[in-house]
C-alpha cells in the first residue's frame, strides 16, 4: 500500500515540498495531517471508523501508519484483512472528497458501499478467465526533461477484461 511508504499527498508531506504552507488539518484544524492523523486520529476519520468493526477490536496507540497497518493486518484473517484494506481506501476517499469540496454520503452507507465495492471485484476476479502474466518491471531513474505516468488498473466483468 502506497500509504505505508508515506508518499501520499497528505498536508504534512505537501507542506514539506513547499506546496502549502501549512501542515495543519483542513478537516479538524487541530493536529499535522499525515497519514496517521488522516486515517486514524482526525475526527472525521474516526466517525468513520466507529462505523466498522474493525477499531472496536484494536487499541490504536499512535506510530506510523505502517506501524498501525502491520499491527492490525498480523491479527486479522485473510478476508478480513481484504475489508481492512478496503476500508482504508474508503476513509482516504472520505478524506479527499472532503477537501474538495464533495457532498458525503451518509458514513454507515459509505461503509456498505466499500463492502459492496470489495465483493464486486471478489466476483470479477473469480469470473475472470484471462490468464495472469508475471512481468517483471524495474524502476529506472528517469532522463532529464521526460514525464513519467503513473496509471492505475480496473477489472470489467461484462467484458471479461482488465488492464
Not at 500509504?3 to 499535522?32: A, E
Not at 495531517?33 to 475526527?43: G, I, L, R, V
Not at 458525503?104 to 476476479?125: P, W
Request: charge should be positive; include cysteine; aromatic fraction near 12%.
Amino acid at each position: 500500500m502506497l500509504i505505508c511508504t508515506d508518499i501520499l499527498p497528505t498536508v504534512v508531506n505537501l507542506f514539506k515540498r513547499r506546496v502549502l504552507t501549512s501542515h495543519v488539518c483542513s478537516r479538524c484544524g487541530k493536529y499535522p495531517e499525515d497519514a496517521y492523523h488522516t486515517q486514524w486520529s482526525c475526527k472525521m476519520s474516526q466517525f468513520f471508523w466507529k462505523c466498522t468493526y474493525f477499531i472496536p477490536r484494536f487499541n490504536l496507540a499512535g506510530g506510523t501508519f505502517a506501524d498501525v497497518f502491520e499491527a492490525v493486518a498480523s491479527m486479522m484473517s485473510k478476508a478480513d484483512l481484504e475489508r481492512f484494506a478496503c476500508c482504508v481506501w474508503s476513509a482516504w476517499k472520505l478524506r479527499n472528497d472532503s477537501l474538495h469540496g464533495k457532498q458525503i454520503i451518509q458514513l454507515d452507507n459509505m461503509v456498505e458501499n466499500t463492502m459492496e465495492m470489495l465483493a464486486v471485484f471478489k466476483s470479477c476476479e473469480e469470473q475472470s478467465k484471462l490468464p495472469f502474466i508475471s512481468q517483471q518491471v524495474h524502476w529506472l531513474k528517469p532522463q532529464v526533461n521526460t514525464l513519467i505516468l503513473n496509471c492505475d488498473g480496473a477489472v470489467g466483468c461484462e467484458q471479461g477484461s482488465r488492464g
